[in-house]
């Protein structure tokens, strides 16, 4: 069973930097992907970024892109999501999710771990 656990999230003012982590375990193939989505209150979730275990491809949001970073130690099973000028339409609960990246670089998740709060203040 794949099991995602996230961390890093926290308060921060505008322009600051956070560090997420996800440590992930469970899994019976080498070839998949993880990465993070959140959700706003009263919003949906969107997708924010995403990184290939088997190729290292990464996939961002344009509202993140020139922002955040994302970056996996596949033989740690760890997934980093380095967020930096951030700012108060960034807060919100972020998830670690895993499952496949398709041949176009979009990430589709079927686990799912807990949410991290990060709130960003004016």
């Known amino acids: 069973e794949v099991q995602l656990q996230a961390s890093g999230g926290g308060l921060v003012q505008a322009g600051g930097s956070l560090r997420l982590s996800c440590a992930a375990s469970?899994?019976?193939?080498?070839?998949?992907?993880i990465g993070w989505v959140r959700q706003a209150p009263g919003k949906e979730r969107e997708g924010v970024s995403c990184?290939?275990?088997?190729?290292?491809?990464?996939n961002y949001a344009d509202f993140v892109k020139g922002r955040f970073t994302i970056s996996s130690n596949n033989a740690k099973n760890t997934m980093n999501l380095q967020m930096n000028s951030l700012k108060p339409e960034d807060t919100a609960v972020y998830y670690c999710?895993?499952?496949?990246?398709?041949?176009?670089?979009?990430?589709?998740?079927?686990?799912w771990g807990q949410g991290t709060l990060v709130t960003v203040s004016s």
């Open positions: 469970g899994f019976t193939s080498d070839d998949y992907a």
């Open positions: 990184i290939s275990s088997s190729d290292g491809r990464t």
């Open positions: 999710a895993a499952g496949a990246m398709t041949k176009w670089g979009i990430c589709e998740y079927s686990y």
